[in-house]
């Protein structure tokens, strides 16, 4: 996010600094896509939409985190078949996310 201007509302989003984001985001998707329950473990239930609603999601948030999520899976290579199956289940999810309409 921080390399790209195109995803800079999404990264606004994220404060100054982006460890714990990332670490979360870690723990989470390992438990997701059946790995250990760190984030579980952590903290309790994602409650997902709960905790993201102190921020505003809406198409345009959902668009550059799946375009971020999107180049990440690229970047490491993820084969095409699973990564066109976890772009429509973070899409599901992100737009499961969205607390505004705009």
Do not use: K
């Not at 896509?33 to 952590?42: F, K, W």
């Amino acid at each position: 996010m921080d390399l790209e201007p195109r995803y800079a509302a999404l990264r606004a989003a994220h404060g100054t600094e982006l460890a714990r984001a990332r670490e979360n985001l870690f723990w989470f998707l390992c438990g997701w896509l059946g790995g250990p329950q760190y984030y579980t473990d952590r903290f309790g239930h994602p409650r997902l939409r709960m905790r993201h609603m102190p921020f505003r999601i809406g198409v345009v948030e959902r668009d550059q985190w799946l375009a971020c999520m999107d180049q990440a899976m690229g970047e490491v290579e993820i084969p095409a078949e699973l990564r066109a199956r976890l772009r429509d289940s973070f899409f599901q999810t992100a737009d499961f996310m969205r607390n505004t309409h705009g």
